[in-house]
């Protein structure tokens, strides 16, 4: 078993602060503030469920009442912080559930901008608000598996994907790259309600090789697909995820912290335990030990980022690699 650092300048001390970032960055109503990137340095608080949505998904690792609870994650924290940090993960995320509940609209979609924004209904928004809202309790134990998939039926197909056209602002259309991302994410929801999502990933594994991008461009996508492989094994996924780890495992240095978080993710979604994982490793480490705060940065769309959602993705990744890795061998990458 690796040895772990239980002290405040460790382990425990990471995950603590990053679950502290989280609470303090949520507002009364749920939300989890999310704001937009000006450029410079610069942003400005943007009313958006897609920020919300995805720290949900990325704190599950610690909240026990979750499917996709990891026991060794929340160990990483140590015997005695190991209670709280689940505790506060739980309550985080059933507050988080609560504010996209309000938020979604009558035909079960959500927009990017909330149930009152102009813009028709975006498919990633609702694909991970969706996913938030099953991996309740009382919506695993309902026994209506398939019940919520109908909504993504409501979005066009375009080329075998579906598709949100105008559903994003100005300068956040939906890209090649965002339309992958936002159907991977479809095929994790509907992998986990039981409904059919093979054709789907058929589709996107071809299309994705059309997709042309470079390696730091693309982390949204390998982060977003990782997690559907983790939720499907899917056979029509074999060949694109092994494709998609090797170039992820060859690429150099994230060149951020939420960057390295998504790739570190990415990496042990995809099964990747080796030498790329614990350099990812080591790299989010340094960034977390050597920065004041969470970084907040854009995360596929300029509309959306927080320090919160940088946090959320960091902590279960720095504990997934603390359950593999020994202290020594990160010190050593460092």
Not at 17 to 44: C, D, F, H, K, P
Not at 78 to 101: C, D, H, T
Not at 230 to 251: C, D, K, N, V, W
């Amino acid at each position: 078993m690796p040895a772990r650092a239980d002290t405040e300048g460790g382990m425990t001390g990471l995950l603590v602060r990053g679950m502290q970032v989280i609470a303090g960055e949520q507002l009364a109503s749920g939300e989890i503030a999310n704001y937009r990137q000006l450029g410079y340095g610069r942003s400005e608080y943007c009313f958006s469920p897609l920020a919300s949505a995805y720290v949900h998904d990325a704190l599950a690792a610690f909240d026990p009442l979750s499917a996709e609870f990891d026991s060794r994650a929340l160990e990483a924290a140590g015997p005695a912080a190991r209670i709280p940090l689940g505790r506060m993960a739980l309550q985080i995320r059933r507050k988080i559930r609560r504010y996209l509940a309000w938020q979604q609209c009558s035909n079960e979609t959500w927009r990017f901008f909330g149930n009152a924004g102009v813009l028709p209904a975006d498919l990633d928004t609702t694909a991970c608000a969706s996913l938030a809202l099953l991996d309740g309790v009382s919506a695993r134990t309902s026994g209506e598996p398939e019940a919520g998939a109908e909504a993504l039926e409501r979005f066009p197909m375009t080329g075998g994907l579906f598709s949100s056209p105008g559903s994003r602002p100005a300068g956040g259309e939906e890209s090649p790259l965002l339309t992958l991302v936002a159907n991977a994410n479809c095929i994790a929801c509907l992998a986990a309600r039981g409904a059919e999502y093979r054709t789907l990933a058929a589709v996107l594994s071809e299309r994705a090789r059309e997709v042309e991008s470079g390696p730091a461009g693309r982390l949204p996508f390998h982060f977003a697909l990782a997690k559907a492989w983790r939720h499907t094994r899917a056979p029509e996924f074999e060949a694109l995820a092994s494709q998609e780890a090797q170039l992820l495992a060859e690429a150099g240095h994230a060149g951020s912290p939420l960057a390295a978080a998504l790739r570190l993710t990415a990496l042990l979604d995809f099964g990747v335990e080796g030498r790329p994982a614990l350099l990812a490793a080591a790299e989010l480490r340094t960034w977390a030990e050597s920065q004041p705060a969470w970084s907040c940065e854009a995360f596929v769309d300029p509309h959306c980022g927080s320090p919160a959602l940088t946090a959320a993705v960091s902590i279960p990744a720095l504990a997934r690699a603390a359950a593999i890795f020994a202290e020594e061998e990160l010190a050593a990458c460092a």
